[in-house]
């Protein structure tokens, strides 16, 4: 008599600590193989973009921040630049270069997290996500200096920054960049090298060149997958074309390229902030004249940047009053995981942890 | 830097290829008719000197009279981008191609402007709410959403 078997569904999360928040999967399963894979995303939904459309330009920027909590400095910036391109507000020169700085601290204080918490799923349990904590400690240390808060900023404004930089910033700032490499070194030195993190995550949830254009990945995962496309290159907003960095990429777009893209991203920002802190003006205004409840002309804007997790952008269309007549905002790693069936089809459940993991998901962004 | 297509050259050349596609062009924006979506989109796909393989943000703003849906596409060989906007006049039953069969980015962003706007994806694998649960009324995203 043959034996009949049927597949297994299972759920994963919304409570579970490996989904980064509250996401779920409904996994179709044969023994111990994925053989389907439906990601249910919305427990964190807000209203973010209808919340918008009754609020002023500048009191939609603390709205930004609960998008990507990881990285909310970077989502105050794809806003403003969004809403001064709308406008047409010309940023002072030394509030592009405070932005620069921030923008590249939060990315390395967002890759720190993404690398450690992805460790922790490979089953390094806490160990070396403590360790990168002690040094997002002394960026988190940094941006409370400048705005007094630890997690959303509200720091950035329309046409530049908030307020200018205290004088204890800068000593603070360098300290920090030189003592930097050697922890990354250190970083290295635990994870790189480990037989189990390598079994675990080279070859793993490979994601080909074609199909990560196809599904519009971008940030990190794109890169691993071996295309050079980094807006800040591409397409420089700001002043990032006054800066001297490389796009680093991967080669297979597998767990461990994704991995060590970050961690070279990380010394690519360093070596950026380096940069900006010789070419910063010492003096000079950090904000354009803008009032607070200011109208742009009617007409529409696409503001984007390269986010820590890939291209943010915000889409806005004005019809000449105080409020935004439409908001949309546009999340690099809901795109991302769109890519998660391809990858984890024919993996068992422990491999879609870290394939997961790997992508680094924030759900206040994918939510909105 | 990222070459943003003039709506109105690109026009005149898909309106050659594909007669009485293109409702209007400007210096930011290309309109095109909904019923030709996809044939535009599978020109702007293949055509040697478009080729735009990746698409990025796909979203609706509702005006009243109409929905404008908006593809923003990009061409990472030729490094320009273009602005792809089209209309939908019908509030009750809007329906518009899907275009998740050439750019998979649009498989979430689709479902999300159905979730939200309640515009149909005819062709669309999937098309279930992504944010709101099953049987919520109505569509937030709508300006006569109160």
Redesign the interface.
């Given at each position: 008599m043959p034996i009949k078997t049927e597949s297994f569904y299972l759920n994963v999360g919304p409570q579970h600590p490996s989904t980064h928040g509250v996401f779920r999967l409904r996994l179709a399963l044969d023994g111990e193989v994925v053989t389907d894979v439906e990601p249910i995303?919305?427990y964190l939904?807000r209203?973010i973009?209808?919340l918008a459309e009754t609020r002023t330009y500048t009191q939609i920027i603390p709205l930004t921040d609960r998008l990507d909590y990881l990285a909310s400095m970077t989502d105050n910036v794809a806003y403003c630049v969004a809403v001064e391109k709308l406008a047409g507000i010309k940023v002072p020169e030394r509030a592009e270069y405070i932005r620069i700085i921030f923008s590249e601290l939060m990315r390395i204080s967002s890759h720190m997290m993404a690398v450690g918490f992805y460790l922790n799923d490979c089953g390094a349990f806490f160990t070396p996500v403590l360790y990168m904590w002690r040094e997002r400690e002394k960026i988190i240390d940094l941006f409370d200096m400048v705005c007094g808060q630890r997690l959303l900023y509200n720091y950035m404004r329309v046409g530049g920054v908030s307020q200018d930089l205290p004088d204890e910033f800068m000593p603070a700032l360098k300290k920090f960049i030189d003592e930097m490499p050697r922890y990354i070194g250190e970083y290295n030195q635990l994870i790189k090298q480990n037989e189990i993190f390598l079994a675990r995550s080279k070859g793993v949830g490979i994601l080909p060149k074609e199909t990560a254009?196809?599904?519009?990945a971008?940030g990190p995962v794109l890169r691993a997958s071996g295309?050079k496309?980094d807006l800040r290159k591409?397409?420089?907003y700001s002043l990032y074309d006054r800066f001297d960095f490389d796009i680093c990429t991967g080669e297979v777009g597998d767990c461990y390229d994704r991995y060590w893209v970050r961690m070279q991203e990380m010394t690519q920002s360093l070596r950026i902030i380096e940069q900006a802190m010789k070419q910063m003006p010492d003096k000079g205004p950090v904000r354009a004249d803008v009032p607070q409840f200011f109208r742009p002309p009617a007409g529409?804007a696409?503001g984007?940047i390269e986010a820590p997790k890939g291209?943010l952008?915000f889409?806005i269309?004005s019809d000449g009053s105080i409020a935004p007549?439409?908001l949309?905002i546009?999340p690099p790693t809901?795109?991302n995981?769109?890519a998660l069936r391809d990858m984890v089809i024919g993996w068992k459940v422990a491999d879609l942890i870290i394939i997961f993991g790997s992508m680094d998901v924030v759900l206040g962004e994918i939510?909105? | 830097?990222?070459v943003a297509l003039n709506g109105e050259d690109t026009g005149k050349k898909i309106a050659e290829a594909i007669p009485g596609s293109v409702v209007s062009g400007d210096k930011?924006s290309l309109i095109v008719e909904s019923k030709s979506l996809l044939q535009v989109a599978e020109y702007l796909k293949n055509t040697p000197g478009m080729e735009f393989?990746?698409?990025?943000?796909v979203?609706a703003?509702?005006f009243m009279e109409y929905f404008e849906v908006?593809y923003?596409l990009v061409s990472?060989k030729n490094?320009q981008s273009l602005?792809l906007k089209t209309r939908v006049f019908d509030r009750v039953n809007p329906t518009i191609p899907s275009v998740t069969g050439l750019?998979?980015?649009a498989?979430?962003?689709e479902r999300e402007i159905f979730d939200?706007f309640g515009i149909k994806f005819e062709g669309h694998p999937y098309l279930k709410r992504?944010?709101?649960?099953e049987g919520f009324e109505g569509y937030?995203?709508r300006r006569d959403y109160l």
């Open positions: 995303v919305g939904h209203g973009e209808k254009i196809n599904i519009g971008s295309v496309w591409m397409d420089p529409e696409y984007y291209n952008g889409y269309v007549y439409r949309h546009f809901l795109i995981i769109t939510d909105r | 830097m990222t930011n393989d990746y698409l990025t943000v979203t703003v509702d908006v923003r990472m490094n602005m750019w998979r980015a498989y979430y962003q939200l992504l944010l709101l649960w937030p995203l």
